[in-house]
């Protein structure tokens, strides 16, 4: 298609590059709109297309053949897919396939029952669920429902689990969510776990062999696990807390590191040294350093040494004690 483009088509009639048409005006000579066969050519062949597309054969006695061909290439806004119902049901299997429906689409409008395969829930509307009336504006189940197979939900809002279950034995108000069931009574769970007055988590609990851990996510950041052995807590702070290292692990390794490490060096006390018998020998002990050498104002020699000290634990060792 295309639009009007002789020499006498009216420019930018309809905005920039948006040609039309005029009468002409011969009051200033202005020319009417000349036209051509590469216009009427485009007219024809748009319009054909279309009756063409929907299967129609051109047919000159006929003036109603655009308006049919639109009416079988696009759906009905009055009574949605009426019409293609009405095609039988060859149109109506090959609609469902197109959809990606299976089965499950030939359910009466009042049932949903998911017994295998896979499932997708998006802008469910039902009113009846395992004979239960539920809220028609969402699948909202009041008893236990079970769906076999995968089942996929679409949307960008939340799964919202609400029903909140006061403990008053634990001042607990908790909100179940998730079940993972294993074998031999094996299961982990996922809960919303308000401490009441004290703090909130997303809780985990994992049961087996006998055992029963629970891991929190709190709300001040910490990751706390509850077990058997003793509880643990990795801090908002980074740090870890826990009975291994009785308390904080920051404190421990500090306290470790005091005792075991060296923290600082330094010379000790002057000692004087004496040359040995009949030598000009002096000897510094072990772990000593020679300080100064003092020749005298009479040729008397004289040395002295300091030792060598290392701070472990807040005491000064001399090194060759260790």
Same mark, same amino acid.
């Given at each position: 298609m295309?639009?009007?483009?002789? !020499?006498?088509?009216?420019?930018?009639?309809?905005?920039?590059?948006?040609?039309?048409?005029?009468g002409?005006?011969?009051?200033?000579? =202005?020319?009417?709109?000349?036209?051509?066969?590469?216009?009427?050519?485009?007219?024809?062949?748009?319009?054909?297309?279309?009756? =063409?597309?929907?299967?129609?054969?051109?047919?000159?006695?006929?003036?109603?053949?655009?308006?049919?061909?639109?009416?079988r290439?696009?759906?009905?806004?009055?009574?949605?897919?009426?019409?293609?119902?009405?095609?039988?049901?060859?149109?109506?299997?090959?609609?469902?396939? &197109?959809?990606?429906?299976?089965?499950?689409?030939?359910?009466?409008? #009042?049932?949903?029952?998911?017994?295998?395969?896979?499932?997708?829930?998006?802008?469910?509307?039902?009113?009846?669920?395992?004979?239960?009336?539920?809220?028609?504006?969402?699948?909202?189940v009041? &008893?236990?429902?079970?769906?076999?197979?995968?089942?996929?939900?679409?949307?960008?809002?939340?799964?919202?689990?609400? +029903?909140?279950?006061?403990?008053?034995?634990?001042?607990? &108000?908790?909100?179940?969510?998730?079940?993972?069931?294993?074998?031999?009574?094996?299961?982990?769970? =996922?809960?919303?776990?308000?401490?009441?007055?004290?703090?909130?988590?997303?809780?985990?609990?994992?049961v087996?062999?006998?055992?029963?851990?629970?891991?929190d996510?709190?709300?001040?950041?910490?990751?706390?696990?509850?077990?058997?052995?003793?509880?643990?807590?990795?801090?908002?702070?980074?740090?870890?807390?826990?009975?291994?290292?009785?308390?904080?692990?920051? #404190?421990?390794?500090? +306290?470790? !590191?005091?005792?075991?490490?060296?923290?600082?060096?330094?010379?000790?006390?002057?000692?004087?040294?004496?040359?040995?018998?009949?030598?000009?020998v002096?000897?510094?002990?072990?772990?000593?350093?020679?300080?100064?050498?003092?020749?005298? #104002?009479?040729?008397?020699?004289?040395?002295?040494a300091?030792?060598?000290?290392?701070?472990?634990?807040?005491?000064?060792?001399?090194?060759?004690?260790?």
């Amino acid at each position: 298609m295309h639009r009007i483009d002789t !020499s006498t088509a009216q420019k930018d009639k309809f905005g920039a590059g948006k040609n039309g048409f005029t009468g002409g005006n011969p009051q200033t000579g =202005e020319l009417p709109t000349a036209l051509d066969a590469d216009y009427f050519d485009s007219l024809q062949e748009e319009i054909s297309s279309v009756i =063409e597309a929907a299967g129609l054969t051109l047919s000159k006695a006929a003036n109603s053949q655009l308006k049919d061909a639109i009416a079988r290439l696009t759906l009905s806004r009055k009574s949605p897919f009426s019409d293609i119902k009405s095609d039988g049901s060859a149109a109506l299997s090959t609609a469902r396939s &197109n959809l990606g429906l299976g089965s499950q689409a030939l359910q009466s409008s #009042d049932a949903v029952n998911i017994t295998g395969g896979n499932a997708t829930l998006s802008n469910l509307t039902v009113t009846t669920f395992n004979g239960k009336t539920v809220n028609p504006e969402a699948l909202n189940v009041s &008893n236990t429902a079970t769906f076999a197979g995968a089942v996929a939900f679409t949307g960008q809002d939340y799964l919202n689990k609400s +029903s909140v279950v006061n403990v008053p034995g634990d001042n607990s &108000n908790q909100t179940f969510g998730l079940r993972l069931s294993g074998s031999a009574g094996q299961r982990s769970d =996922e809960l919303f776990y308000e401490k009441v007055g004290t703090y909130a988590a997303r809780r985990f609990v994992v049961v087996s062999g006998g055992n029963t851990i629970t891991f929190d996510m709190r709300q001040d950041g910490s990751f706390v696990s509850l077990n058997p052995v003793g509880t643990w807590q990795i801090l908002p702070s980074g740090d870890v807390f826990g009975p291994k290292w009785g308390g904080n692990l920051s #404190d421990w390794i500090s +306290s470790w !590191s005091r005792s075991n490490f060296m923290t600082d060096t330094r010379l000790g006390s002057v000692t004087t040294l004496y040359k040995a018998n009949n030598t000009n020998v002096f000897t510094c002990p072990s772990g000593y350093s020679f300080s100064s050498i003092d020749t005298g #104002d009479v040729g008397t020699v004289t040395a002295t040494a300091r030792p060598i000290q290392k701070q472990i634990n807040g005491n000064w060792i001399t090194v060759s004690q260790l």
